[in-house]
């Protein structure tokens, strides 16, 4: 509808330079220019090479974002910004810009928490958010358990990792598999024609009472289960390895957040960052839900990756709910809590 605000986001918080242009909860453009390809050679991000990889590519994709929702920049009615968490240089880019724009333009600024981006950004694929819901954020970043009451104002942690997320083992196990970088898409590949059954690897901190997450123990016996393999002269299965280990993390993922909804008395669990896009996660996810009586709504992996339509979501809806916009001198602040949805 004409009278919901119009809302330009940018998020720079990782490798992914993303612009995404929103009116009240309709997408109108979500454009993307990606460095992965810049950081493949050395197995992981390098923030200096993210870093110049926004610069380079903020206005071009600014530019077809504004070409693909067919408005000028002076049509919009607020921007929207990531200031955080992520890599420093990378958030600078992405601050530095928004700034630049909102201050030509005389327009509101709204820098916001990237975690609470990932759960706004639902609304665009289901619609306004249950509230409260569990949220389940798993990336090469973060893996986090969240009671939202109130995606605008009310985010509270209820358990994360305590070493590597669930992004960061998946990179790491593709590495000792010998899959490319970024991990993740190359591991939910190959383990659609494995067996998930063929190895029985350790479930971090599965029954320890917590709604928290360890992934580096996972990892580990991974790759001494392929050194020992290796070590003995025989076949690593690839696939079969990529299927037992995308099973592990699966379940403890899913397994947790359901326990998380029980314990809070939420039965709406939502998911979302990178990882959210696995197909073994979405399905055990849904195939768990629904014999615990709880509603999953999972974003399009589309939406789950980094990206702008995120950041403008939440920022259409602190719009909405009337809260006030982001002095000009915000920070970027590379670990900015869970808590602080509006800098």
Same mark, same amino acid.
């Given at each position: 509808?004409?009278?919901?605000?119009?809302?330009?986001?940018?998020?720079?918080?990782?490798?992914?330079?993303?612009?995404?242009?929103?009116?009240?909860?309709?997408?109108?453009?979500?454009?993307i220019?990606?460095?992965?390809?810049?950081?493949?050679?050395?197995?992981?991000?390098? &923030?200096?090479?993210?870093?110049?990889?926004?610069?380079?590519a903020?206005?071009?994709?600014?530019?077809?974002?504004?070409?693909?929702?067919?408005?000028?920049?002076?049509?919009?009615?607020?921007?929207?910004?990531?200031?955080?968490?992520?890599?420093?240089?990378?958030?600078?880019?992405?601050? %530095?810009?928004?700034?630049?724009?909102?201050?030509?333009?005389?327009?509101?600024?709204?820098?916001?928490?990237?975690?609470?981006?990932?759960?706004?950004?639902?609304?665009?694929?289901?619609?306004?958010?249950?509230?409260?819901?569990v949220?389940?954020?798993?990336?090469?970043?973060?893996?986090?358990?969240?009671?939202?009451?109130?995606?605008?104002?009310?985010?509270?942690?209820?358990?994360?990792?305590?070493?590597?997320?669930?992004?960061?083992?998946?990179?790491?196990?593709?590495r000792?598999?010998?899959?490319?970088? &970024?991990?993740?898409?190359?591991?939910?590949?190959?383990?659609?024609?494995?067996?998930?059954?063929?190895?029985?690897?350790?479930?971090?901190?599965?029954?320890?009472?917590?709604?928290?997450?360890?992934?580096?123990?996972?990892?580990?016996?991974?790759?001494?289960?392929?050194?020992?393999?290796?070590?003995?002269?025989?076949?690593v299965p690839?696939?079969?390895?990529?299927?037992?280990?995308?099973?592990?993390?699966?379940?403890?993922?899913?397994?947790?957040?359901?326990?998380?909804?029980?314990?809070?008395?939420?039965?709406?669990?939502?998911?979302?960052?990178?990882?959210?896009?696995?197909?073994?996660?979405?399905?055990?996810?849904?195939?768990?839900?629904?014999?615990?009586?709880?509603?999953?709504?999972?974003?399009?992996?589309?939406?789950?990756?980094?990206?702008?339509?995120?950041?403008?979501?939440?920022?259409?809806?602190?719009?909405?709910?009337?809260?006030?916009?982001?002095?000009?001198d915000?920070? %970027?602040?590379?670990?900015?809590?869970?808590?602080?949805?509006?800098?």
């Amino acid at each position: 509808m004409a009278d919901e605000p119009l809302v330009l986001g940018i998020e720079t918080s990782c490798d992914e330079t993303g612009v995404g242009i929103v009116r009240g909860t309709t997408l109108l453009a979500n454009e993307i220019a990606s460095s992965v390809d810049e950081h493949a050679r050395f197995g992981g991000v390098v &923030p200096e090479v993210a870093s110049r990889a926004h610069l380079e590519a903020m206005v071009p994709t600014m530019r077809r974002a504004l070409e693909k929702a067919g408005i000028s920049l002076s049509d919009v009615d607020a921007l929207a910004v990531t200031a955080g968490p992520g890599l420093a240089g990378a958030l600078l880019v992405g601050v %530095a810009a928004a700034k630049a724009y909102a201050l030509a333009l005389d327009k509101p600024l709204y820098g916001v928490n990237h975690l609470s981006a990932h759960v706004a950004v639902d609304v665009l694929e289901h619609g306004a958010l249950p509230q409260p819901c569990v949220a389940l954020l798993v990336s090469g970043g973060h893996s986090s358990l969240l009671l939202v009451p109130d995606v605008t104002n009310d985010v509270k942690p209820l358990g994360s990792t305590v070493d590597d997320a669930a992004g960061e083992a998946f990179d790491k196990v593709a590495r000792v598999l010998g899959l490319p970088f &970024p991990g993740g898409p190359h591991i939910d590949r190959v383990a659609r024609e494995g067996d998930a059954a063929f190895a029985t690897f350790p479930r971090g901190k599965a029954d320890d009472g917590t709604l928290d997450f360890s992934f580096s123990g996972l990892k580990t016996a991974v790759a001494r289960w392929i050194e020992a393999r290796e070590r003995a002269g025989e076949p690593v299965p690839v696939a079969d390895v990529a299927a037992s280990f995308q099973e592990a993390v699966a379940d403890v993922l899913t397994a947790k957040a359901i326990t998380a909804c029980r314990e809070h008395g939420v039965d709406n669990l939502l998911i979302g960052g990178g990882v959210a896009a696995n197909s073994r996660l979405r399905v055990l996810a849904q195939e768990r839900c629904d014999k615990a009586g709880i509603t999953l709504r999972v974003p399009r992996p589309g939406l789950c990756t980094d990206n702008g339509a995120m950041v403008a979501a939440l920022g259409a809806q602190l719009v909405d709910a009337g809260r006030r916009p982001s002095a000009l001198d915000l920070p %970027a602040d590379s670990s900015l809590p869970i808590t602080e949805v509006l800098v």
